[in-house]
């Protein structure tokens, strides 16, 4: 079943409204309980907004709300909106907001605000980030009343809903935004149930509990504030350390992203411990190829690669448990593919016939030359304080068994950025968290070359036409076969290794409950009671 029919959205254009959840009595919190969670990496800014990273998004739901709220289920549900329509074309959405929300600075959550949040979106003085991207096409915002706000785009967009209630276009106040400047990346004003109360850069974030919360979030089994009054996230990027500190109980939760497999199997044995698991929807971990750069601007050297790499051994010795082998540009989880699975299956000796047709022979030291130039790549590896990812330095080790000499450029999160926006190594190992199909817009539209996310800098008018026939169906099987033709020219032409289709992991310890997650697999924390 596609994601834009799990999204609720049925054959053509469809008017919608959704009640409120019925609101019961208000529930007490307890006092005096902490969650401390232990997470691989730092986001590089809190701005749901502004943030390219997923880091962002899985502290920023207990912080900031969004109009539309997706659960694990797909099904789209009210939250800062109460009532939705979508019109007869396709290219507006009317939402009508409840009355009784407001952000942590008093001020309310009104149609104003979401016309302020949107724009600022697409303010060229604004940097945004993964926002950019969810409202492509925005024509603007009307103010019909204080609590009554119309999105108008360009074109019919299918994709809107769901990204409205994703955390992208996550709500902050326009007052306190305005005269924070950069605090806002550290502090941002949301209307959620905690604030950010302190932010000590290289060790943690610390949210506190927003006592006057009033209302019943979509996912909440009770109306009012939080259950647990502090939540603290500790950067952790060394994954033996993070373990270690959820066995101890100095945390009571930890990401299990980077996790070894035999570590993740021994976690699985304790029964101080869960693991909690859910498929990540959008693009798997995969190598996106840079066409613009050699050798990989040379489709029988991609070929080759896709050809070369063993993605079963990937997934089983460092993902095991974490993920499946993928096999196209986006999860099985989001669009099914059976068909693209058989593609590019193991072949190092096809790989060798390709690359000894493209012309590069077996020269010294193993690695391949043509003209005298030997068979060299970059990839690009994002550091986030632990060494090399374990998948990168196993995908050099294949590349080496195949003649290719591939160079690992290990840095921070900013130049890591800075050259994937200017196409200056053979391309990065990412993975991209889309509520819908749309992502491969990000990740494939020409517009996106120099920004995000399309760092394979590809540019091809046919996808880029079919990418915007995809935002403007409704119908939900004819946008499943668009984008099944879009993955099948992707994989012909090789632009990316698909690599591993994650799970979201938690390890939480057994005497927390309560914890939900998000259709992307982010946490969300407000009904967490801690036991003894």
Not at 109 to 122: G, I, L, M, S
Not at 385 to 404: C, D, F, H, M, V
Not at 415 to 427: K, Q, V
């Amino acid at each position: 079943m596609g994601v834009a029919r799990r999204a609720g959205v049925g054959a053509g254009i469809v008017l919608l409204a959704v009640a409120l959840a019925a609101v019961g009595a208000v529930t007490a919190a307890p006092s005096g309980t902490m969650l401390t969670v232990g997470l691989d990496q730092e986001p590089p800014t809190l701005d749901p907004e502004a943030s390219p990273s997923a880091v962002t998004f899985q502290i920023i739901p207990d912080v900031t709300e969004s109009l539309l709220y997706q659960g694990l289920d797909g099904k789209i549900q009210p939250w800062l909106a109460s009532a939705y329509k979508v019109s007869p074309d396709g290219k507006s959405f009317t939402f009508t907001l409840r009355a009784d929300a407001k952000f942590t600075d008093g001020t309310p959550v009104n149609a104003e605000a979401v016309k302020w949040n949107f724009d600022r979106v697409v303010n060229p003085n604004y940097k945004a980030g993964g926002s950019l991207s969810a409202l492509s096409g925005y024509a603007g915002s009307t103010v019909v009343d204080d609590h009554t706000v119309r999105i108008d785009f360009k074109a019919p967009y299918a994709p809107f809903l769901s990204y409205a209630a994703g955390g992208t276009l996550a709500l902050v106040s326009p007052k306190a935004t305005q005269t924070q400047g950069s605090d806002v990346n550290l502090k941002p004003v949301g209307s959620g149930q905690y604030v950010v109360s302190e932010y000590v850069p290289k060790d943690h974030i610390t949210l506190t509990r927003n006592a006057d919360y009033d209302r019943k979030p979509p996912w909440s089994d009770h109306q009012g504030p939080a259950y647990v009054n502090t939540i603290v996230w500790k950067f952790i990027p060394e994954a033996g350390t993070r373990v270690t500190t959820v066995e101890s109980g100095e945390t009571q939760m930890i990401s299990g992203l980077s996790l070894p497999a035999a570590t993740l199997s021994h976690l699985a044995t304790e029964r101080t411990l869960r693991i909690d698991r859910n498929p990540y929807p959008g693009a798997p971990r995969i190598w996106v190829l840079n066409v613009r750069m050699a050798p990989t601007n040379d489709l029988k050297v991609r070929q080759a690669i896709e050809y070369g790499i063993n993605r079963a051994a990937i997934a089983d010795s460092v993902f095991k448990g974490l993920g499946t082998t993928a096999c196209a540009p986006l999860t099985q989880q989001t669009l099914k593919t059976p068909s693209l699975c058989n593609a590019y299956p193991y072949d190092p000796k096809k790989a060798a016939q390709l690359l000894d047709e493209d012309g590069w022979k077996m020269g010294p030291n193993n690695i391949r030359q043509k003209d005298g130039k030997p068979l060299t790549l970059t990839i690009n590896s994002i550091n986030y304080g632990s060494g090399n990812l374990p998948e990168i330095e196993l995908l050099q080790g294949q590349l080496l068994a195949l003649g290719i000499d591939a160079r690992i450029k290990s840095q921070a999160r900013p130049p890591w950025y800075e050259d994937n926006y200017h196409c200056a190594t053979n391309g990065p190992v990412l993975f991209l968290r889309s509520t819908d199909p749309d992502g491969l817009f990000a990740l494939f539209d020409s517009a996106n070359i120099g920004g995000n996310f399309n760092w394979a800098c590809y540019s091809n008018p046919e996808v880029d036409k079919l990418l915007q026939t995809g935002r403007e169906t409704y119908d939900p099987a004819k946008r499943s076969a668009i984008y099944r033709q879009i993955e099948k020219i992707l994989v012909d032409q090789a632009i990316s290794v698909p690599l591993v289709d994650e799970y979201s992991v938690w390890i939480v310890r057994s005497n927390v409950t309560g914890t939900k997650y998000n259709f992307s697999g982010y946490p969300i924390l407000t009904d967490v009671k801690i036991g003894k």
